[in-house]
């Protein structure tokens, strides 16, 4: 079973700067199958990136996906009030296995 | 409008069951398939279950298995989940999902869970 790591537990940056968010897995993992997802506090989760590089449909291009093999990456370029939250990445098998998830806070 | 919207949420004691159901609209729901997903208090998610869009391939949680069971019915446009032999350690948010996705010469393409119910709460305590 593929174990996903993310890093690190908690970010802390101000509005304007740029966020990097790591996934790590335990063994190479195909591009096509890794996710990433924001989740708000009361909030169901919104799906941001697929294929470790797509954005979904409506995200804003502040946010890019990179990686391939074992890790992964989250870029926000420019962080704005709305991004701080938590971050998911998650990869599809026969399961689906999420990280343990990223907190995006003010610094 | 896309929607899902998850019912059956309740408080229920160690060892008793219950189902859950996912209401979906606003698209063909008999050709994609679904995932059941569940956030702990304060903790970060969980995948659940998956079911194929026929129904023909289903997968579990190690957590679950054996006591929980997924299931559709494409002609009502319904997800549930039968939860049985309740521990402590199930009470969360469960959340269903619709995933996204295509085989293309063979390969099956994910392009993640893009739609999400609110979620329904689920209290497992004596």
């Known amino acids: 079973e593929i174990v996903l790591t993310q890093s690190p537990g908690t970010l802390s940056l101000s509005p304007g700067e740029r966020a990097t968010l790591s996934c790590r897995a335990s063994?190479?993992?195909?591009?096509?199958?890794l996710a990433w997802y924001q989740q708000k506090p009361g909030q169901a989760p919104r799906l941001l990136i697929y294929?470790?590089?797509s954005r979904a449909t409506g995200i804003p291009d502040r946010f890019s996906g990179s990686g391939s093999g074992t890790d992964f990456t989250l870029t926000i370029s420019r962080l704005e009030p709305e991004d701080f939250a938590v971050y998911y990445c998650?990869?599809?098998?026969?399961?689906?296995?999420f990280g343990q998830g990223t907190k995006v806070e003010i610094k | 409008e896309v929607q899902l919207v998850e019912s059956g949420g309740g408080l229920v004691q160690p060892g008793g069951s219950l189902r859950l159901s996912c209401a979906a609209s606003?698209?063909?729901?008999?050709?994609?398939?679904m995932n059941w997903v569940r956030q702990a208090p304060g903790k970060g998610l969980e995948w659940v279950s998956y079911i194929s869009s026929s129904g023909n391939t289903i997968y579990y949680a190690d957590s679950v298995k054996g006591r929980f069971t997924i299931s559709r019915d494409n002609a009502k446009n319904s997800l549930s989940l039968q939860m049985n032999s309740l521990r402590d350690e199930d009470t969360a948010v469960y959340y269903c999902?619709?995933?996204?996705?295509?085989?293309?010469?063979?390969?099956?393409?994910?392009?993640?869970?893009?739609?999400w119910g609110q979620g329904t709460t689920v209290t497992v305590s004596s």
């Open positions: 294929g470790a590089s």
């Open positions: 998650q990869h599809y098998d026969s399961s689906r296995t």
């Open positions: 606003g698209f063909t729901f008999s050709t994609y398939s």
């Open positions: 999902a619709r995933e996204n996705g295509a085989t293309i010469y063979g390969y099956y393409y994910y392009y993640g869970m893009d739609v």
């Open positions: 063994q190479s993992v195909s591009s096509r199958s």
